[in-house]
C-alpha cells in the first residue's frame, strides 16, 4: 500500500518552470543560432505540506544532437519551502521551430514496486535562427557601396540627368523648353533609370538532397544569410528568392528596430524577421529555380545557391545569367553518390557557368 500510495503523493503536487536563454546573447545577429550553446534552466517546487523524494525528471529536446535529446535527471528531494534548480546546456544542432517537450516527473519511492508520472510543464517551442558565417569580402557589394554607379541614360527613365541638343526622331515631349530658350537651339531632357543597387539572393527549397542538417538545403540557408548579413553591414538592400520568400529588406535605422514593422510585403523588413522566415522554410515550400529567376530584373546582381545535381535549374542560370550585370554562382556538390553524367549542350553550358 505505501508503494502504491507514495509516489503519487510525491508527483502529485510538484510545480516546475522552465527557461531557455541563449549565453550568445551579445552577437549582433538574432540568437541562438545554429551552433550556439543554449542554456536551459529547470526550477522544481513543491505545493504539499510534505517533501518529495528520489524523484526522475526528464524531457525531450530536439534542440540537441539526435543522440543527446533526452535529457535525464535525479532529484534527491524536493521541499516545500525550498527550490531545487537544474541548469543543463546544449549546442543548437539546426535551425528551425524545436519544440522542447514536457517536463516529467517520476516516482517509484519508497521500495520501486510502482512508478507514477507526471507533465507539470506543457512543450515549450524555441525559435533557432541560422547560422551566419562571417565574410570579408564580396565583390558586388563593395563595388555598390564604394561608389555611386550611374544608371543607364535615354529617352526614357525617371530621374532627368541633363539635356543635349535636339535630333531628328526624338519626341517633342522630350523637349526641354527653357535650356532651349537660352541657348537659341532646340535641347531635349536626357533621363536616367536610378541603378538597383538590390543584391537577390536565391536558394531553392523545392528540391533537396542529403540527410539531416547536411542538406543543400541547409547550406543554401546558411549561405543567404552570411551573404545577407554582409550586404546589411554595408548598408545594401537585399531581396531573397527561395522557400517561398519573395522579400525585400532594406538597412533600417537601430531605432526602428526596436519596434515591429506592420503592412504589406512590399515595404522593408527587419533583418530579425528575415532571419526569422529564413528559420521556419521547410524543404518543399516555394518554387523552382527557373521560375525565382524570372522575378529577378535584367541587369540585376544575383547571388545563387544551388545542388550541382539540379540541372534544370543550372540550365536556366545560365540563361537567365546574360541578362544579369554579375552573378556569384555557389555550386554545392557531393550530396548524393553519383553525379549525372555530362549530357546535351545546354547541360555543358550549365557545367561551364557553374565552374
Known amino acids: 500500500m505505501l508503494s502504491a500510495i507514495f509516489p503519487w503523493l510525491g508527483v502529485a503536487f510538484i510545480a516546475a518552470h522552465r527557461r531557455v536563454d541563449s549565453t ?7 540568437v541562438p543560432a545554429e551552433g550556439d550553446t543554449v ?24 534542440l540537441a544532437s539526435p543522440e543527446n535529446r533526452l535529457l535525464r535527471f535525479f532529484v534527491s528531494n524536493v521541499f516545500r519551502s525550498g527550490q531545487v534548480d537544474i541548469e543543463t546546456t ?36 524555441v525559435l533557432v535562427y541560422p547560422q551566419v558565417l ?3 569580402h564580396l565583390a558586388m557589394a563593395q563595388g555598390f557601396s564604394g561608389m555611386e554607379s550611374q ?8 530621374d532627368l540627368a541633363g539635356t543635349r541638343n535636339y535630333v531628328p526622331g526624338d519626341p517633342r515631349r522630350s523637349i526641354h523648353w527653357r535650356n532651349s530658350a537660352k541657348t537659341g537651339q532646340l535641347m531635349v531632357k536626357e533621363l536616367e533609370d536610378p541603378l538597383d543597387r538590390t543584391t ?8 533537396v538532397w542529403g540527410e539531416d542538417r547536411e542538406t543543400t538545403l541547409e547550406y543554401g540557408i546558411k549561405v543567404v544569410a552570411s551573404v545577407g548579413s554582409f550586404a546589411q553591414c554595408n548598408h545594401l538592400p537585399i531581396q531573397v528568392l527561395g522557400g517561398g520568400l519573395s522579400k525585400r529588406a532594406n538597412p533600417v535605422p537601430k531605432a526602428v528596430m526596436q519596434s515591429e514593422i506592420k503592412g504589406p510585403a512590399s515595404r522593408p523588413l527587419l533583418w530579425s524577421t528575415l532571419m526569422k522566415e529564413l528559420a521556419m522554410v521547410q524543404p518543399g515550400d516555394g518554387y523552382e529555380i527557373s521560375e525565382n529567376l524570372a522575378k529577378v530584373p535584367p541587369g540585376a546582381s544575383l547571388v545563387a545557391v544551388i545542388s550541382a545535381s539540379d540541372r534544370g535549374g543550372l540550365q536556366a542560370l545560365a540563361k537567365a545569367s546574360t541578362m544579369l550585370q554579375s552573378v556569384v554562382l555557389i555550386s554545392l556538390e557531393d550530396f548524393i553518390e553519383h553525379e549525372p553524367e555530362r549530357g546535351t549542350k545546354e547541360e555543358m553550358h550549365a557545367d561551364d557557368l557553374r565552374s
Not at 39 to 44: A, F, K, N, Q, T
Open 200 to 207: 537577390y539572393l536565391l536558394f531553392d527549397a523545392t528540391q
Open 90 to 125: 546544449v549546442e543548437a544542432f539546426q535551425r528551425g521551430l524545436h519544440k522542447l517537450g514536457p517536463l516529467v516527473v517520476e516516482s517509484s519511492a519508497p521500495f520501486g514496486l510502482f512508478r507514477r508520472r507526471r507533465n507539470v510543464t506543457g512543450e515549450q517551442p
Open 151 to 158: 544608371g543607364r541614360r535615354g529617352r526614357t527613365g525617371t
Open 24 to 30: 550568445e546573447s551579445g552577437k549582433a545577429q538574432p
Open 39 to 62: 542554456r536551459i534552466s529547470v526550477s522544481l517546487g513543491s505545493r504539499a505540506l510534505w517533501p518529495s523524494y528520489l524523484l526522475n525528471v526528464f524531457y525531450y529536446c530536439s
Open 134 to 136: 562571417p565574410m570579408r
